[in-house]
């Protein structure tokens, strides 16, 4: 029992992880959240392999994310009639367990509210470190000290912009964004994806358990300077589909009431180092790929191996901050090269490359190919050595 504090920026899937492991190894944990309450929304993500197996279980959430698993569902690429043109069978998108992203954030939230300190909708605004610790100013105005503070705020990190710079130098672009927002349920073929495609546009809508949701993927335009601007990445996700033939209009009509809406730009996270000094990164904050490249997977493991990192420490982060960087770092490429480019995939930038993205896929879709894709996306999950860090559930 260390006793140390830890700060954590960020209640999405890694930082709610993190928060439950180390308690466990007994560390005093506070974890600050920007949003009002957990966010919900977000499609399914889904766990393969053996590790995020194990991690599931060590976790303590495997039989409840069982329970709350979704099933597994087939992509169908229409044309603007609705006539399937191509099926891509659901193991070609789908791993040995899915789970909505929200009731997944929300899971893990329930397990740690009693024993962490969470505080919603405030942010860091400032971090000096000490030769003892982090003093830290919040947007709210209070200030706190921490031994640690570790970013487990996504994408658009705001502690990696405190402690390391700006977004700008670690951040890449692919030129895709992608949103996605609840739809009402009559709109999906339950149990199914369909992808309707024009050049450089892809709206894909899925559904499952009496819901749907509506996913929209571009290329090409900027998106909203300030990333936190809901009302103008509405309107851009309005004027690029708008006249789109197939369910376009129909899903457009429900984004301003869609539940869970959720929009990025499709980018890769590349830092040098993920900590300095007291201050640390973790998920999509410092190795994020925003979709395809098994972010949630990616979340429980470095959150289990930090944590066991900075308990077989004794907290020292001098030792634990490398010794889980060279555990996690060869993990965290061979996950981002998995995520490759998908919004290529989802919205191919011209009709000859849509037209080759189907044909490619006819041949990816046969079972020797099947099992090759899946045994290298299982290849990528596993690409590491779980140590046992000598704490249960
Ligand atoms: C609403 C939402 C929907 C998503 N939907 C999908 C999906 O459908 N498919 C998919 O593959 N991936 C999705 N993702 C990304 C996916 O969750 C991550 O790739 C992965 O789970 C790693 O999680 P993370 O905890 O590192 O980051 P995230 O899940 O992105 O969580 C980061 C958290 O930090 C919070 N935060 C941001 N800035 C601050 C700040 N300044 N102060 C405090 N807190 C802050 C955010 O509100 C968020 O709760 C979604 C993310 C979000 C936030």
Same mark, same amino acid.
């Given at each position: 029992?260390?006793?140390?504090?830890?700060?954590?920026?960020?209640?999405?899937?890694?930082?709610?992880?993190?928060?439950?492991?180390?308690?466990?190894?007994?560390?005093?944990v506070t974890v600050v959240e920007r949003a009002p309450a957990i966010r919900?929304?977000?499609?399914?993500?889904?766990?393969?392999?053996?590790?995020?197996?194990?991690?599931?279980?060590?976790?303590?959430?495997?039989?409840?994310?069982?329970?709350?698993?979704?099933?597994?569902?087939?992509?169908?690429?229409v044309d603007a009639e609705g006539r399937a043109r191509l099926t891509l069978p659901e193991s070609f998108t789908g791993g040995a367990v899915?789970?909505?992203?929200?009731?997944?954030?929300? !899971?893990?939230?329930?397990?740690?509210?009693?024993?962490?300190?969470?505080?919603?909708?405030?942010?860091?605004?400032?971090?000096?470190?000490?030769?003892?610790?982090?003093d830290v100013r919040f947007e709210g105005g209070t200030r706190r000290r921490f031994d640690l503070v570790v970013g487990a705020?996504?994408?658009?990190?705001?502690?990696?912009?405190?402690?390391f710079g700006p977004e700008t130098d670690f951040v890449k672009p692919s030129g895709y964004h992608i949103a996605l927002y609840e739809v009402p349920a009559h709109l999906a073929v339950q149990g199914a994806s369909e992808l309707y495609n024009q050049p450089g546009r892809g709206i894909s809508i899925g559904g499952g358990d009496g819901r749907a949701h509506a996913m929209f993927v571009f290329h090409g335009a900027e998106g909203p300077a300030d990333h936190r601007d809901t009302e103008?990445?509405?309107?851009?996700?309005?004027?690029?589909?708008?006249?789109?033939?197939?369910?376009?209009?129909?899903a457009l009509s429900a984004l301003d009431e869609g539940r869970g809406f959720y929009f990025d730009s499709i980018s890769m996270v590349k830092m040098d180092r993920y900590s300095k000094g007291r201050v640390v990164l973790i998920g999509d904050a410092g190795y994020?790929?925003?979709?395809?490249?098994?972010?949630?997977?990616?979340?429980?493991?470095?959150?289990?191996?930090?944590?066991?990192? !900075?308990?077989?420490?004794?907290?020292?982060h001098t030792v634990a901050f490398p010794a889980y960087e060279a555990q996690i770092r060869g993990y965290a490429v061979e996950c981002q090269k998995v995520a490759g480019n998908a919004g290529l995939f989802l919205a191919?930038?011209?009709?000859?490359?849509?037209? !080759?993205?189907?044909?490619?896929?006819k041949i990816l879709t046969r079972p020797f190919f099947i099992r090759f894709l899946d045994k290298m996306s299982r290849k990528a999950a596993e690409s590491i050595d779980l140590k046992d860090y000598g704490v249960g559930v």
């Open positions: 029992m260390t006793g140390k504090s830890v700060l954590i920026s960020g209640a999405g899937i890694a930082g709610p992880a993190l928060a439950l492991w180390l308690h466990r190894h007994g560390f005093d919900e929304g977000g499609q399914a993500v889904d766990f393969r392999g053996a590790a995020h197996l194990a991690i599931l279980e060590r976790t303590g959430i495997l039989d409840d994310v069982k329970a709350l698993q979704t099933g597994g569902s087939e992509l169908r690429v899915e789970i909505e992203r929200g009731k997944l954030a929300d !899971l893990l939230y329930r397990r740690t509210r009693d024993r962490v300190e969470y505080l919603f909708g405030d942010s860091i605004a400032e971090l000096t470190e000490t030769a003892d610790g982090v705020d996504g994408l658009h990190s705001n502690v990696r912009r405190l402690a103008a990445q509405k309107r851009l996700v309005r004027e690029t589909f708008t006249g789109l033939p197939w369910k376009t209009a129909a994020g790929a925003t979709c395809g490249g098994m972010g949630a997977g990616m979340g429980l493991v470095a959150a289990y191996v930090l944590a066991g990192e !900075l308990a077989a420490a004794g907290g020292d191919p930038r011209t009709a000859r490359g849509i037209k !080759l993205r189907d044909r490619l896929h």
